[in-house]
């Protein structure tokens, strides 16, 4: 039996790259103060002591050097990963990922792969100012080509990343720093790799079907505790874990047996991730229904600043008065 031991997000992330680093010689880091500071969240803490300046690597305050940098090593055949300090500053690098990131194997005729991972830390909750809060997971699961991931604790967080580095085709990690030192969790001494585009049922259930990732599985959780105890209803709980591809047969699975569903996430209401999964129920489980598929999100303003913040995301009470109106709705 695999030992295990209690870690907290930012200590599981840190194992799955030092794993990388140690078992590939084409692995490398490389991020603004990654290295001799350990990253603004010191996730990558140690490891440019461990490994050496070659392979973990501090890079100017340029994302689009950092992520046009990091094309450039994956087409020469290494595996870069890439860190963004916050998920709002990818904005700067947009155009390398959009168009030469996520293009590459199209425009090679799906001749050669790009193995790389940017990495970054997304979502609100630790009351930080403009640009350091954003959900802009909707902006790359539009866009051909990539792969967007987003863990929701230490385990899967581990097993997530080093699937993602050892993914032949980009992927955008998104962490919810809001998780990072929020709880710990048993992670197998032993490396542990998880399948991309497979989501997890982290809860059967009967009544109906919630769906979420990221920080917002926690106040899912929360609910489903208080519904069950309080109230008898018995909720079935998926993590999507893989935004892009998402795995459509479990969502439908589920849903076809309970009737309902609501989908939670914090990123924008129009044109987010619950609609793409709204519209797959309805496309593929519509006949199943026995009410509207409910969406509970963050709203279509800017990100409020910190004093705000939490009206702005979705909390426990939130989705119970969602799941108590769906589960009575005629």
């Not at 997971?137 to 899967?156: C, D, F, M, Q």
């Not at 926690?218 to 709980?237: C, F, K, N, Q, T």
């Not at 924008?268 to 006949?287: L, Q």
Request: aromatic residues 6%.
């Amino acid at each position: 039996m695999s030992l295990t031991t209690q870690r907290t997000m930012v200590e599981a992330l840190n194992l799955a790259l030092d794993e990388a680093l140690s078992t590939d010689p084409d692995v490398c880091l490389m991020g603004q103060d990654i290295g001799c500071n350990g990253g603004v969240f010191r996730v990558t803490k140690g490891l440019q002591g461990k490994h050496g300046q070659d392979r973990v690597m501090d890079s100017p305050l340029a994302e689009c050097g950092i992520v046009g940098t990091a094309v450039g090593m994956a087409i020469y055949g290494l595996k870069p990963v890439a860190e963004i300090q916050f998920s709002g500053f990818t904005m700067q690098a947009f155009d390398q990922i959009e168009q030469n990131m996520a293009r590459y194997r199209n425009r090679t005729r799906h001749g050669q792969p790009l193995a790389m991972v940017m990495r970054t830390p997304y979502g609100g909750g630790i009351r930080a100012v403009e640009h350091h809060s954003e959900s802009r997971e909707a902006y790359w699961a539009h866009t051909p080509g990539l792969k967007v991931v987003i863990p929701s604790g230490p385990r899967n967080a581990r097993a997530l990343l080093a699937a993602a580095i050892q993914d032949p085709d980009p992927v955008i990690f998104y962490e919810p720093k809001a998780v990072y030192r929020a709880f710990r969790e048993d992670v197998p001494d032993d490396p542990e790799v998880a399948r991309l585009g497979r989501a997890q049922v982290v809860r059967n259930g009967s009544d109906i079907t919630v769906i979420s990732y990221g920080a917002m599985m926690r106040p899912v959780l929360e609910a489903s505790d208080d519904l069950s105890s309080l109230h008898g209803i018995d909720v079935e709980i998926i993590d999507l874990l893989t935004i892009k591809p998402m795995d459509t047969e479990t969502i439908i699975e589920s849903v076809t047996k309970t009737g309902r569903c609501v989908v939670v996430h914090e990123g924008h209401k129009t044109c987010g991730i619950g609609a793409e999964i709204i519209a797959r129920i309805n496309e593929h489980a519509f006949g199943h229904l026995l009410a509207p598929v409910g969406r509970i999100s963050g709203y279509d303003i800017p990100f409020p600043y910190f004093q705000c913040e939490q009206h702005f995301l979705p909390d426990p009470d939130t989705i119970i008065e969602k799941i108590q109106d769906l589960m009575t709705w005629q």
